[in-house]
């Protein structure tokens, strides 16, 4: 028989997991969300003349899955009221989907019988209405009681994404992690386009310019590991080109200098991995990349 499930906190990602789990064959058994609009539009996304609900215990208590999409910081206390109501069946499983938090924040419902875990998409979700299945190809970093994991990874495979297990204890470093391969790119990217649109490149085509080489920069990370996809000034120990840079954005950019430093000083340490820099050359990109006045 299929299994049931519910969301709980019907934002993006869960707008999104109602819509997919229910195309995956999972029974959506209803959904709640602080608004009852938002549970609505979830179970609308579904397809499913379902109960909607803003007390989260009123939906779960029916359902196999229970799946807890609020902001990270609701998860425990949602957990809590409904562990305090008895809103879940013994052998359910109830899944949140921070990637910060581990699973043990769901404490209170395993005291119900149910076993806890998480499921976390790598993935940035920033609008509701997804027509294309946001989930396919995806990683999902799954954690938890045995039983919670198995249910995690099958409803990752079912939706198309590859699940993979973390480590509960060490799960805010893997979050670290995809904060800055996410949220830093972001604005690694940010610096990049100010300076090219500092240096007189129309905003409008800023984007495009930069796209082919930061695609390629990806690639032969992939292909060639970090160290040998390094190029430009400071993996070629090019001392004069990072002082002119310097003095450049110290004079037309300078809110961007501080970063621009902090970069170069942890660039030189993947030039040094590379094994083309001498230890003289590094020396002088250090304290140059360390002066305040340059
Ligand atoms: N978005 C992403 O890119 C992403 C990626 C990976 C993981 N996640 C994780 O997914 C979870 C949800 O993130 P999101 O981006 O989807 O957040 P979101 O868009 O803000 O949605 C959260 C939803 O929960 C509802 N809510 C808030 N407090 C509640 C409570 N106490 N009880 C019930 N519902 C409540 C909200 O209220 P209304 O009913 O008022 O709408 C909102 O619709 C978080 O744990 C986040 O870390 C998000």
Known sequence: MKKSFVIVGCGRLGTALARYLAGAGYRPAGFASRSLSSAKRAAAAAKANVPVSVLPWEVTSKADIVMITTPDGAIGETADKIAEYRGVEKGAVVLHCSGAHASTELAAVRDCGAAIGSIHPLQSFVAENIEENPFAGIM??????????????????????????????????????????????????NLSLQLIIASGVPASKAFAILKPLVQGTLSNIEKNGVPRALTGPIARGDVETVRDHLSEISEKAPTRLELYRELGKHTIEVAEAKGDLSEETAGELKTLLSESDS
């Open 140 to 189: 999902m970093g799954v954690e938890g009681e045995q039983a919670a994991v198995e249910i995690a990874w099958q409803i990752a495979e079912k939706l198309g994404a590859h699940p993979f297990e973390i480590r509960t204890e060490k799960k805010m470093l893997y979050h670290a992690s995809a904060v800055v391969a996410s949220n830093y790119m972001v604005t690694l990217m």
